[in-house]
C-alpha cells in the first residue's frame, strides 16, 4: 500500500547553534586572567588594539585597573586622559579590580611611594561620577570582574562607535597637562600659570619670586622638580 504524505505533520529541523555572546578585548589584557574566566563562561572573545578602553561589550567601553594600577594611574593624570577617551561612548565603566585583595584606602601607599592620601583618593572617585560622568564597579577579583562582564554581555544589544579614536590634544591642552604634572598642580593652577607667563618656557624660567606671587607655598614644588640635579 502506498504511504500518505501528511501535511500536516511536523518537520523536525536540526537545532541551530546558538551564536555565542562577543566580547573584544585590547591586546594589553591578553596576560589577564579575565580572558579564559570569559571563554569558560561561554563567550566569544576577540583580542584586538583597541584605540580607547579595554573591553567592548555591546556598545559599553569598559576601563579596568587593579588598584595599584588605578592609584599610579591617578598620580600620573594617566587615568585623566582615558577618562576623556572614554566620553566617545555613550555608555562607559571604570572597573577598579582587586579591593579584596589590596585597601585602595591604604596609607600603605605613601610607604611604597605612591604618596597617595586616602581623601585624595576618594576626591579622585568622586571626580570620576560626577565630572566625567563614568560609573565606578568595584570587583573583588579577576573572577568578579569576569561575571560583571559576563552579567553585561547577556544584556541587550547596543550599537558600538565605529570611530573611537584616541583623543588629540589642542595645544593649549598639552601645554595645561604639561604644567599639571607637576606635584600639587591642578587644572586651575596650570590655567593660572599660563596665563600670565603665556609658555610653559616662561613658567620654567620664571623666578622664585614671580612663582610665588602667583601661586604662593604651590611654587616650591615647581622649584624643587626644576633645579633638582639628576646623575
Sequence with gaps: MKEIFNIFSRKKFPEKEKEKPKIVVDYREKNSLIIPELISLGFDVEVKELKVADYLVKGTAIE???VSDFISSMKNR??????EEL?????RLLIIEGIEEQEIYSEDFSEKGFGMHPNSV???LLSVLLNYRVPIIFTKNH?????????LAKKETR???LNATKKVRSIEEQAQYIIEGFPGIGPKTAK???KKFRTIKNV?????????????KKADNILRIIEQKHY
Design 64 to 66: 579596568r585597573k587593579t
Design 78 to 83: 594617566r587615568l585623566l586622559k582615558q577618562l
Design 87 to 91: 566620553q566617545q561612548y555613550e555608555s
Design 122 to 124: 576618594r576626591g579622585f
Design 143 to 151: 573572577e568578579d570582574t569576569a561575571k560583571f562582564i559576563s552579567v
Design 159 to 161: 550599537e558600538s562607535p
Design 192 to 194: 593660572k600659570l599660563l
Design 204 to 216: 620654567i624660567n620664571a623666578s622664585a619670586e614671580d612663582l610665588k606671587k602667583e601661586i604662593g
